[in-house]
């Protein structure tokens, strides 16, 4: 349980292989620091080889999940926090701000800059662990400070760093693509492995190795994304939107929407109209 709401940070050792099995995607920003080891990321419908020093910073609602490489003891800090908990500090909607526009990114700080993140990372720590008088202020001013960093490094980099494209990773890169653009219509294994001119067995042999996910999972993490936006922007019936993001029942849809939200369509709508 976080104790300070809208805002969490937890650092984490962890021994052999690791593959994240939790929610995929949700409605707070995601600051992910290795400090050991390395790991695949995938983001963004990107798959990224992360490093000891690499920083991500995961936008609201990017799909992402973080997969072994080789069997190396990894090590990494973990930040999760809302809009709600900068707003105060700033004054203004924190969506408008620079950083927090557009797609996820990944940083390779040099040994400088890798310096004064973790030390920044560890006083959230401390103060987060000691919640001492005036806990809260100081962690939003550690994040503002963080945040300003990571600023600074993104626009100071020479070149971005670019994600992994092995022959295989491309191939999937392309049926994610797929997915992204024919999620509403009626889909099947054995007719996207047609359409790629690969067997099923083949696709979601390298769908599951690349990114983590079975082409299921993902196809479901995809529409549930896009019917909570249409929950949260438009007054279209539920029935409506499950047809919309291609479910074939509304007890289907229902199903999965419980299952990747944590709550009915209903109860996300009422706690999230726009």
Do not use: W
Request: aromatic residues 12%; proline residues 3%; hydrophobic residues 35%.
């Amino acid at each position: 349980m976080n104790i300070v709401p809208f805002f969490d940070v937890e650092q984490i050792k962890r021994t052999g292989t690791f593959n994240m099995d939790s929610d995929h995607f949700h409605e707070s920003y995601e600051i992910y620091y290795l400090l050991a080891g390395e790991r695949y990321y995938y983001v963004n419908d990107r798959i990224y080889a992360l490093q000891v020093g690499d920083l991500l910073f995961i936008n609201k609602n990017q799909l992402h999940r973080t997969t072994s490489k080789g069997r190396s003891t990894h090590e990494r800090i973990l930040i999760n926090f809302e809009d709600s908990f900068l707003e105060p500090l700033l004054g203004l909607g924190v969506g408008d701000l620079p950083l927090f526009q557009g797609e996820s990114f990944l940083l390779r700080p040099d040994v400088h800059e890798q310096g004064r993140i973790v030390d920044i990372l560890q006083d959230m720590l401390r103060e987060q662990r000691e919640a001492a008088t005036g806990y809260t202020p100081y962690l939003q001013a550690l994040l503002l400070q963080l945040l300003i960093l990571i600023g600074r490094m993104r626009e100071e980099a020479t070149e971005p760093v670019l994600p992994e494209s092995s022959e295989k990773q491309r191939r999937v890169y392309r049926i994610i693509e797929y997915l992204n653009a024919h999620y509403a219509e009626r889909l099947t294994l054995e007719g996207i492995a047609e359409h790629f001119y690969i067997s099923e067995t083949y696709l979601c042999r390298i769908f599951k190795q690349t990114t983590g996910f079975t082409v299921i999972e993902y196809l479901n993490y995809v529409r549930i994304r896009e019917a909570q936006t249409l929950l949260k922007e438009t007054e279209d019936k539920i029935t409506a939107i499950a047809e919309q993001t291609g479910f074939d029942s509304i007890a289907h849809f229902g199903r999965v929407f419980k299952q990747i939200a944590k709550r009915s369509p209903l109860q996300y709508r009422k706690q999230n109209k726009v």
